[in-house]
């Protein structure tokens, strides 16, 4: 892509002006932008993404007094002027920047990586299938975690320039401004965590957004985290599902976010079911010269089976690539009528062996099975003389 680190401009505004050179080497938005003055106004002229513009209130500023339509390389060619503007004549042309830089020598500039979060739009291929809120339960007045559904949201920036803020959203309106705390180990790494006792005490069931609002390099935008249906925790609302409380406590590769020291805690409730406790003990006995057999040491090593229901990609995707994947601590907890227990209850557990899905012919939705184990193996028995 050839560049043009030095432009000549012609301008006219206000009666004043004339011919004047300015130079480049810093970027915004991916390319060159220029700075240069006329009388009391500090131009800049710079590319927003989708068009070049010339404004008087700063880099990425808004007040036009000039713009080019289209997707040039360099800020040459026809020049519109916005309604009202004092700009009575602007074209610029690409020189040689000698002594300045010469145009056809390289140089070598380095920028930070910038990942803008993203939206996924799935393709309409004639597959009818309705989007799935997240359920999330709350008690009004219960301090049981296994009662209270959370859930956390979080971004990274690439600077301290960029910015951004959390809001809870029903009914498409904003009703209130979330907090936004320090990932300790990223610079530019924000979270926040919503816990549903207090949107419920506070605002009632219904249904939920939870919406991050960016800058970034330039370039702002909005996106909806998650959509959410709350509902007040009983027997009956909480039938037929599971749940995962995770915190999270390591560096997650996937979306290169270091939550070492930050114990971001987040929960999904989704139906299926979690039980089929197998002891799995480990037995040690010692055969004595009088060929008695006596106890060493005996162990439960407890295993559960997490099975869901069939569900959509995007369940699937949260359950196998981030709570089962990146949890540093995991509770598990089960709310059915048939289960052999009633007391599987935010259970410390541990991933064990690897989840598997299973597909379904001509059928979007799969299911998963995993076995987990418990986070503390201090079920034994032992001789302590």
Known sequence: MKECPCISITILI??????????????YNGRLYYQFSIGVYDFVIYWTGLQWVMVDDGLGGSNQFAYIEGDP??????????????????????????????????????????????????????FVMCCDPLLVLADYTSSDSWKNDVSSAWIKLSSGSDSASFS????????????????????????????????????????????IDYSIAGISGSI????????????HNALETARLRVI??????IEAIDFTASQVEDSIRFNGFIGNRQPNTEIDNLIYSNREMKKVIRENLNTWEIKTDPLTEGFITKITDLYLLSETQLFISDYNAHNH????????????????ITYFDYARRASLTCLVGDKFKNKRSYYNG
Not at 341 to 356: H, K, R, T
Request: include cysteine.
């Open 14 to 27: 206000d009666g004043s002006g004339g011919d004047l050179q300015t130079s480049s080497s810093n970027y």
């Open 168 to 211: 809870l959203v029903q009914d498409g309106v904003v009703i209130e401004s979330l907090p936004s705390n320090d990932i300790i180990n990223e610079s530019f790494g924000y979270y926040t965590t919503v816990y549903w006792q207090d949107v419920i005490n506070d605002h009632g069931p219904g249904c939920y957004e939870i919406a």
């Open 73 to 126: 390389i360099c800020p040459t060619g026809p020049w519109s002027f916005p309604i009202g503007s004092p700009v009575e004549e602007l074209s610029i042309e690409a020189i040689e920047c000698s002594p300045c830089r010469p145009i056809q020598e390289r140089y070598k500039e380095t920028f930070p990586s910038v990942k803008l979060p993203q939206i996924t739009i799935e393709d309409d291929r004639g």
């Open 224 to 235: 909806t985290w998650a959509k959410y249906t709350l509902k007040e925790y009983s027997v």
């Open 248 to 253: 999270f406590d390591s560096y997650h590769e």
């Open 341 to 356: 227990s009633y007391f599987i209850n935010d259970v410390p557990a541990i991933v064990q062996e690897s989840p598997e």
